[in-house]
């Protein structure tokens, strides 16, 4: 053993030859005991997370019936983590006054400025707390096929009801590209796909949501082009809800709308589900209208998070590059709340003007 450790303890080599078996022989046993058996070895096919045939799998159809559909906001802590206990307030107050179902992780959930982590968490904390008195539809699209796939297999392996995708964003792609993207993440389970051209820069024209429509776990589309393509997709037998509060009534009543996914219900649920569920009224709708307007003052979260921290549902902590609205809007919302009437908004404080520095924002959580 002097021999092997001189030179300050460095084996060499022609004493660890002279050690060790011969090394062909040696490696041809090694590998023969480390083989994995063959039928396990399946190259360049993919393996699902989980079975298909799973228990408590959502139906299709079961999804095409809901009519009131909430894009949930996600609140924080001052720190910018989750505010969990705030949250689970918000899905309550969303079941109790009449939400069929909640999108988590959406744009107005803010699931842009979430990891994949978070995201995925926050879609099982949802399910494993209210998954059995409202459906779970989780937000796992994104621009990324690879990331689409891999956040639609995660999502439905915590239980989620459905997901919703996006059509690639930035990036866009060709109608032959869209097909195909789509076509990559509905065989994992009922999908709803969500059209918004000002967001994603690219309309999802038609003839590909026909294209897709042959896939039997397309539940339907979220559409925020306006009434007529929401007729169009009615006429031709397609579930569609509209992606836009302002327009929902009369979608719902005149242009064959299932529903509405919308970003008002945070605020008034029971209102909109009146809208939704009562029968043509046009005289609530101009009665809600102003308030669709401010909400969208800014581009969809601000004024919902802005409204909700005023509500004193939240906190008033915004993530980066989101900031409250401006004080005179502020005061607005105030008002709107008044003529509206308080007891048809969430939550039970006064509502109350903040100030610019009672609002935290967070740029690194």
């Known amino acids: 053993m002097a021999t092997l450790l001189s030179y300050s303890g460095c084996l060499r080599e022609s004493a660890l030859k002279s050690l060790r078996p011969n090394c062909s022989d040696y490696q041809k046993r090694r590998n023969a005991k480390l083989r994995s058996p063959q039928a396990a070895v399946m190259p360049n096919f993919h393996l699902p997370m989980r079975s ?3 228990k408590n799998r959502t139906s299709v159809e079961d999804i095409k019936s809901l009519r009131l559909i909430t894009a949930i906001k996600t609140p924080y802590l001052p720190d910018g983590r989750f505010d969990l206990e705030a ?7 969303q079941i109790e006054n009449g939400a069929e179902g909640v999108i988590v992780g959406g744009t107005t959930g803010e699931g842009q400025l979430m990891s994949w982590d978070e995201h995925i968490m926050l879609i099982g904390h949802t399910v494993n707390c209210f998954g059995g ?8 699209g994104s621009n990324s096929t690879r990331e689409a796939i891999h956040a639609t297999e995660q999502g439905f392996a915590v239980g989620m009801h459905a997901a919703l995708h996006i059509n690639p964003y930035y990036g866009k792609t060709s109608p032959e590209g869209l097909v195909s993207h789509f076509s990559s993440v509905l065989p994992m389970g009922p999908a709803i796909i969500y059209n918004v051209p000002s967001r994603t820069g690219q309309d999802i024209p038609p003839p590909v949501i026909y294209t897709v429509a042959q896939s039997l776990n397309l539940v339907g589309i979220k ?3 306006g009434n007529d393509r929401i007729q169009e997709y009615a006429n031709n037998k397609i579930v569609v809800w509209s992606g836009n509060d302002d327009q929902c009534h009369d979608a719902r009543w005149l242009h064959g709308a ?3 996914i919308s970003v ?3 605020l008034i649920p029971g209102l909109m589900r009146e809208l939704i569920f009562g029968g ?8 809600v209208m102003p308030l669709i307007e401010w909400l ?5 979260p601000i004024g919902l998070n802005t409204a909700l921290a005023q509500l004193g549902v939240v906190r008033p902590v915004f993530r980066l590059p989101y900031v409250p609205l401006p004080l005179a809007k502020r005061v607005e919302f105030v008002n709107l709340v008044k003529d509206i009437g308080r007891e048809n908004f969430v939550g039970k404080k006064d509502v109350q003007v903040l100030n610019d520095d009672d609002f935290i924002l967070v740029g690194r959580y």
């Open 52 to 54: 298909f045939e799973v």
């Open 264 to 266: 008002a219900s945070n």
């Open 280 to 287: 043509m009224n046009p005289s609530l709708n101009s009665k």
């Open 223 to 225: 559409e925020c082009v």
């Open 258 to 260: 299932t529903g509405v």
């Open 296 to 300: 969208f003052y800014e581009p969809n």
């Open 133 to 140: 008195s409202i459906k779970v539809i989780g937000n796992t």
């Open 87 to 93: 949250y689970d307030d918000l899905v309550n107050m």
